[in-house]
C-alpha cells in the first residue's frame, strides 16, 4: 500500500518524527519481504532517510552498507525509498565497492559488525541478537558530507528527552515486529483452514453423489396426498453486462422429500397476503415480467404451533466488491454473532444448497433478481426460511432511475435504462421476500408500500474503525485540544464515488469564497490513484480555479483506511440535494465517520442529518449558500469551539451507531420471529426504546492540561482518578494504579481545581512513572466542576473503551482492572466488584447491632449485592469505583453536573442505564479499598441533612421510578 507520510504537515520535533515511523511501520507492514531480523533495518533506514533528506533538503544522497547487510537488503530498502520518496535520489551502495558514488553525502551507514571499542554515543538495538540486527550511528558514519543534523544530535545526545525518544523507538519497533509475526502466523492458519475446509467440502460433495446413487428411494406417495411438482425455475434474461450465474439445479427425489417433512414437523406461521400496490411502469407490463404467485396458505393447526428456532442468519451480498457490503453485510453479521446468534456472508453467486439448509434467515442486499435468486428462494421456502431484502438506498423503485433525480447516472456514464432495469430486478428480489430491512426511516416509509414489517438497522461502525480512527487523532495531539500543527485549516469532502457533482455544485462559490478570504483554509478533494483523475469532474466547477492553489489532493484509498484521512480533516462537509427523495434518504455515515475522527461537520439539513446533528452544537447544519458561508467562517476563525462540536458529535455517535447499538436491534428483529409471544414481546420492547427521550450529549467542563504523555499504544483499560484537596491520600491511590497486573494502562488524573498540594505531586509521579503507563494525563477544571463534571472530563480524556473510576482517597487491588476487564462482555455496560472498607485504625467490622447476613465482626463490605436494576428502586448499591464502559457512558449523557446536588452522581448513571437497558455485571471478589473518613466527600457534604434533601430532590425527578427507603443523611462511620 502507498502511504505518503508528509513530514512538513504536522508538529515538528522528535515527536513528530517518532509519529512519522510510527506511520512508516503501520503503513509498511504488509510490504516487508525481507528476513524478519532484517526488516526493522529497512524501516529504521528509511525512516531516517526522509527525515535527514527533508532536513537538509536533499536532493541526492547515498547509504552505505556492509557486504552482508547489502546483500539481504537492497532490494526492499530500495523499494520502501522509491514508495516513500519517489522525488529523491537515494543510492544504497556497498562499501566494500564504493565508486564515484560516494561523492554523494553519506546519510547512514549500516553494519553487522561489533563496534571495536566501546563508544560513548548511543547504539540502536534492532533485530533479536547484537552486534546482529544493530545500526550504529557515528558522526563519522552518519553526519559524513550532510552536515550537521539537529535531529541526529537530539538523537544521540544523553537528555531526557533523548533517552525517551530512543526507548520509545524501541517500543515501536518491537510492537511491529509482534505484529507482523501475528499477521504471519495468522495467514499461515487461515490458509491452513481453507485447504481443509475445501477438503471438506469435496468430501460432503462426494458423500452426497454416492448417498444419491446408492441410497434407495423412498416410496412415491399416493396420488390423492400427491403435492404439486415444483415448477421448472424462472429464467429472467438480463442484460449482456450482467451475465446470469448457471441457476442451481433441481435437488433429487430423497432430499425434496426429507425437507417436505422438515416443512411439516416446523410449521411456519403464515404471513397476510396484502394488495401490492404497483408504480405504473413496473415489471408486470414487460413481456419479461412474471407475476408473483400468493403463498399457499396453510392449514389451521389443532394446537399452538410451534414456535420457530432463529439461530443462523445467512447475509447474500449482491454487490460483494463494492464498499458497501462491509457496512450492510459484514458488519451485520457481526451484530447478529453479538447478539448471540451465528451469522455467514455469502456472494449471491455462490449461495448454494448447503448455505440454504443451514440458513434460518437470510438477508437479501442489494440482490437483482434472476434465474438464479428465483432458485433460491424456490428452495428458501422449501426449506422455511425467513427472507430480507436490505437496501441502503431506494433501489427498488424503478421510476426513480432518471438523471434529474439521480445525478450520478449522468457522471458515471451509465444509462438510465440500465438503471431502471437493476431498479426492477431489485424490486422483484424484494417482492419475493417476507420482511425488509434498511438503514433510514425515509427508506422504511418507502418500503413499506411493498412489505408491511421492515426493520431500521443503520449504518454502524466496528471497533477497528474506532480505534483506527482515534489512533490518527492522537497523532496529530491530544484529543479534544487546539493542536498547532501546521496552522493550515483542512475542510475535507470525502467522497468516494463520482455521483456528487450536483451535491457539491450548490456551495462551490462559496467554497471558493471561503478559500479566497482565509488564505489558512485549505479544501482537501481526493482523486484515483494511479490515474490521479479527480473523483469530482472539476471542469464543472470554475469558480475553484482561481483558488486552485489552496486544493490538496489526495489519493482515494481503500475503506479500512478511511479514518486516517477523516483525521486530517479540520472540518468534514456533506453537502447533499435537499428536496431530492433519494438524497433525503441517505444515511448518516459521513457524519459518524467524520465524528469518530475528530472532525467538525458542517451538512445539508437531510431528515438522516437533521435527526443526529444538533445544530451549533454537535455540527452545522446549512442549506443556503449563506449557511454554508457562516458555519465555515465560524469554524474556521473558532478553533476552541472548531474542536468543542466535534467533541460532543463524537460522544454523540458513539452509542447509537456502535457496534453495541446495533447488536441490540438486530437482537429485537432475529426475536420477532420467533413466534407470536416473542414478536410481542420484541415489539413492546422497541415501542417503548423509540419513546426514550434521546439522551443530552455530556457536559464537559472547561479544563487544561498539565501533563500529557502519549507512547501510541493500545491498552484496554483508563484508570481515573478524580481529586479534590487530597494531597494526603493521592500517592496511595497512584500507587495502586501503578502496581495493576495489567502490563498496558492508561491513567488520567483531573484535579478539581484543589487547593493544597496535590496538583504538583500528581505532576511529579507523572514525571517518573512514563515508562508504566501507555498514556498519563493530567488534567484541572478551569474551575470547581463538581464531581460529576470532573468524572466527565476524565471520561472524555479517555480513549479506552474501558475506564475505571477512582476516587484519590481510594484505592484499587493489584488484579482489579484484568478481573473487572475480563468479566465484562461486548455488551456489558459496567462491572463493579466488592469493595471492603478502612480507616486509619485498619479494616471496619460489622457492628454488632447490624441487621444483615452477615456475621458482626465480619469485614465490612460494599457492592455486595448482585445486578438486577430493580434493586436500585430503593437506593444505590453500587460504589462509584466500577468499571465503565465510555459508550454506556456517552448513550445516557453522562454523569449529571451539579454543584447543589453533588454526590449521587454514580447512582444516577446506574438508573439511567438501566432505563436504557443496559446492564451492568457483579464480581464477588474483593478488588478495591474505600476510606472512610470525616473529610471524606460523602460525610462532608453528601450525607449533610439539607444537602441530601436536595440531592433526593434532584435525583427523584430524574427517575421518578425509584422509591428510596433511606432519604435522611446517614453519615459513613469513620
Known amino acids: 500500500m502507498n502511504f505518503p507520510i508528509p513530514l512538513s504537515m504536522s508538529l515538528p520535533g522528535p515527536d513528530h518524527h517518532l509519529a512519522c515511523l510510527a506511520l512508516l511501520l503501520v503503513s509498511g507492514r504488509s510490504e516487508a519481504d525481507t528476513p524478519p531480523d532484517l526488516q526493522d533495518h529497512v524501516f529504521l533506514t528509511s525512516w531516517l ?72 554515543l548511543p547504539v540502536l538495538q534492532l533485530g533479536p541478537d547484537h552486534p546482529a ?71 460432503r460433495v462426494s458423500l452426497r453423489m454416492l448417498a444419491a446413487r446408492n441410497a434407495p428411494l423412498p416410496p412415491e406417495p399416493p396420488p390423492p396426498e400427491q403435492t404439486e411438482p415444483p415448477a421448472p425455475p424462472l429464467v429472467v434474461p438480463l442484460p449482456p453486462e450482467n451475465p446470469v450465474p448457471d441457476p442451481l439445479p433441481t435437488p433429487p427425489l430423497w432430499f425434496r422429500a426429507g425437507r417436505r417433512l422438515k416443512r411439516i414437523l416446523r410449521p411456519r406461521p403464515s404471513l397476510p397476503v396484502l394488495p401490492v400496490q404497483e408504480e405504473p411502469d413496473m415489471e408486470e407490463s414487460s413481456p419479461e415480467a412474471v407475476p408473483v404467485p400468493a ?59 448447503d448455505d440454504i439448509h443451514w440458513a434460518d434467515v437470510m438477508v437479501f442486499w442489494r440482490v437483482e433478481y434472476s434465474g438464479h435468486v428465483s432458485t433460491i428462494f424456490d428452495l428458501a421456502e422449501t426449506e ?62 418507502a418500503m413499506h408500500s411493498l412489505r408491511p414489517v421492515v426493520h431500521l438497522l443503520p449504518n454502524v461502525y466496528d471497533m477497528s474503525a474506532l480505534q483506527r480512527a482515534r489512533m490518527a487523532l492522537r497523532m496529530r495531539g491530544e484529543p479534544g485540544r487546539v493542536n498547532a ?69 489526495r489519493d482515494m484509498v481503500p475503506l479500512e483506511e478511511l479514518q486516517d484521512e477523516f483525521a486530517r480533516f479540520d472540518i468534514s462537509i456533506a453537502p447533499l440535494e435537499t428536496g431530492n427523495v433519494f438524497c433525503e434518504a441517505k444515511s448518516e455515515i459521513k457524519f459518524f465517520e467524520a465524528a469518530l475522527s475528530g472532525a467538525a461537520t458542517i451538512a445539508s439539513p ?69 413466534g407470536d409471544e416473542a414478536a410481542a414481546l420484541a415489539g413492546e420492547t422497541h415501542l417503548a426504546r423509540d419513546r426514550l427521550t434521546p439522551a443530552p450529549v455530556p457536559v464537559i467542563p472547561p479544563s487544561r492540561t498539565l501533563f500529557h504523555h502519549d507512547a501510541l499504544g493500545e491498552a484496554p483499560v483508563t484508570v481515573v482518578i478524580t481529586s479534590y484537596n487530597y494531597e494526603t491520600h493521592l500517592l496511595d491511590a497512584l500507587e495502586s494504579v501503578a502496581t495493576q497486573t495489567l502490563p498496558v494502562l492508561d491513567l488520567i488524573v483531573v484535579d478539581d481545581g484543589s487547593s493544597d498540594g496535590s496538583v504538583a505531586l500528581a505532576r511529579t509521579w507523572m514525571e517518573r512513572h512514563c515508562d508504566r503507563f501507555n498514556r498519563l494525563i493530567l488534567r484541572q477544571s478551569i474551575a470547581n466542576a463538581g464531581l460529576g463534571g470532573a468524572r466527565n472530563i476524565g471520561m472524555d480524556a479517555a480513549e479506552t473503551v474501558h475506564v475505571m473510576q477512582l476516587d ?36 471496619v467490622l460489622m457492628d454488632m447491632s447490624a441487621d444483615t447476613h452477615r456475621q458482626p ?66 464480581v464477588p471478589q474483593i478488588l478495591a479499598d474505600y476510606r472512610q473518613h470525616e473529610t471524606s466527600m460523602t460525610n462532608a457534604s453528601t450525607e449533610r441533612e439539607a444537602h441530601k434533601a436536595r440531592v433526593v430532590a434532584f435525583v427523584q425527578a430524574r427517575h421518578p421510578w425509584i422509591r428510596l427507603s433511606a432519604e435522611r443523611a446517614k453519615p459513613r462511620k469513620s
Request: with cysteine; net charge negative; proline share 7%.
Open 49 to 120: 532517510t526522509m527525515i535527514l533528506t527533508e532536513e537538509k533538503s536533499l536532493s541526492a544522497a547515498r547509504i552505505e552498507c556492509s557486504p552482508r547487510v547489502y546483500a539481504r537488503i537492497r532490494h526492499a530498502l530500495r523499494a520502501m525509498l522509491e514508495t516513500y520518496l519517489p522525488d529523491r535520489d537515494i543510492r544504497i551502495v556497498s562499501e566494500a565497492s564504493r565508486n564515484d558514488e560516494t561523492a554523494l553525502p553519506l546519510l547512514c551507514h549500516i553494519t553487522e559488525d561489533a563496534p571495536r571499542s566501546p563508544s560513548s
Open 133 to 203: 540486527g544493530s545500526i550504529t550511528l557515528t558522526p563519522e558514519s552518519a553526519l559524513t558530507n550532510a552536515g550537521d543534523s539537529p535531529f541526529l544530535r537530539v538523537l544521540m545526545s544523553e537528555t531526557t528527552e533523548s533517552l525517551g525518544l530512543r526507548r520509545n523507538i524501541r517500543l515501536l519497533l518491537d510492537d511491529s515486529r509482534k505484529t507482523r509475526l501475528l499477521i504471519s502466523r495468522t495467514q499461515a492458519i487461515q490458509q491452513a483452514s481453507l485447504e481443509k475446509t475445501q477438503t471438506i467440502q469435496e468430501l
Open 295 to 353: 403463498p399457499e396458505p396453510e392449514p389451521e393447526p389443532t394446537s399452538n404451533p410451534t414456535p420457530l428456532s432463529i439461530r443462523r442468519v445467512l447475509f447474500v451480498a449482491g454487490e460483494p466488491d463494492t464498499p458497501g457490503v462491509l457496512y450492510r453485510c459484514y458488519r451485520n453479521a457481526a451484530a447478529v454473532r453479538d447478539a448471540g446468534f451465528e451469522a455467514r456472508v455469502q456472494a449471491c453467486a455462490a449461495v448454494g444448497y
Open 384 to 445: 422455511n426460511v425467513i427472507t430480507i431484502f436490505d437496501a441502503d438506498d431506494i433501489v427498488f423503485v424503478p421510476h426513480y432511475a432518471r438523471v434529474d433525480m439521480i445525478d450520478g447516472i449522468r457522471s458515471i456514464g451509465a444509462t438510465e435504462e440500465r438503471i431502471e432495469r437493476c431498479f426492477s430486478e431489485m424490486r422483484r428480489t424484494f417482492l419475493r421476500c417476507d420482511q425488509g430491512s434498511t438503514t433510514t426511516a425515509e427508506l422504511v416509509f
Open 485 to 553: 500543527g501546521d496552522g493550515l485549516v483542512r475542510i475535507g469532502y470525502a467522497t468516494g464515488s463520482r455521483t456528487h457533482q450536483r451535491d457539491f455544485a450548490p456551495i462551490c462559490p462559496t467554497i471558493a469564497e471561503v478559500l479566497r478570504q482565509r488564505p489558512e483554509a485549505r479544501l482537501v478533494l481526493f482523486r484515483e490513484p494511479v490515474t490521479h483523475r479527480p473523483v469530482l469532474l472539476m471542469e464543472e466547477f470554475p469558480s475553484l480555479i482561481p483558488v486552485q492553489d489552496q486544493i490538496e489532493w
Open 606 to 674: 437531510t431528515g438522516p442529518f437533521q435527526r443526529v446533528i444538533r445544530h451549533g452544537e454537535t455540527g452545522f447544519l446549512a442549506d443556503s449558500p449563506t449557511d454554508w458561508y457562516d458555519a465555515l467562517i465560524e469554524l474556521i476563525d473558532n478553533p476552541e469551539r472548531r474542536v468543542r462540536i466535534a467533541r460532543d458529535a463524537y460522544h454523540s455517535v458513539l452509542w447509537p451507531f456502535g457496534p453495541q447499538a446495533q447488536a441490540r436491534r438486530m437482537k429485537l428483529v432475529l426475536t420477532s420471529m420467533s
Open 808 to 843: 484519590a482517597d481510594n484505592i484499587l487491588r493489584p488484579e482489579a482492572c484484568k478481573t473487572l476487564l475480563d468479566s465484562m462482555s461486548d455488551s456489558t455496560a459496567y462491572a463493579y466488584p466488592l469493595i471492603a472498607c478502612f480507616n486509619e485504625h485498619g479494616p
Open 857 to 922: 465482626g465480619t469485614p465490612e463490605l460494599l457492592g455486595d449485592l448482585p445486578f438486577n436494576p430493580l434493586s436500585l428502586v430503593s437506593g444505590n448499591r453500587i460504589d462509584a469505583m466500577a468499571m465503565v464502559t465510555k459508550w454506556a457512558w456517552a448513550a445516557v449523557g453522562g454523569y449529571y453536573v451539579s454543584r447543589e446536588a453533588m454526590g449521587w452522581e454514580d447512582f444516577d448513571l446506574w438508573c439511567s442505564l438501566a432505563e436504557r437497558g443496559l446492564h451492568g455485571h457483579h
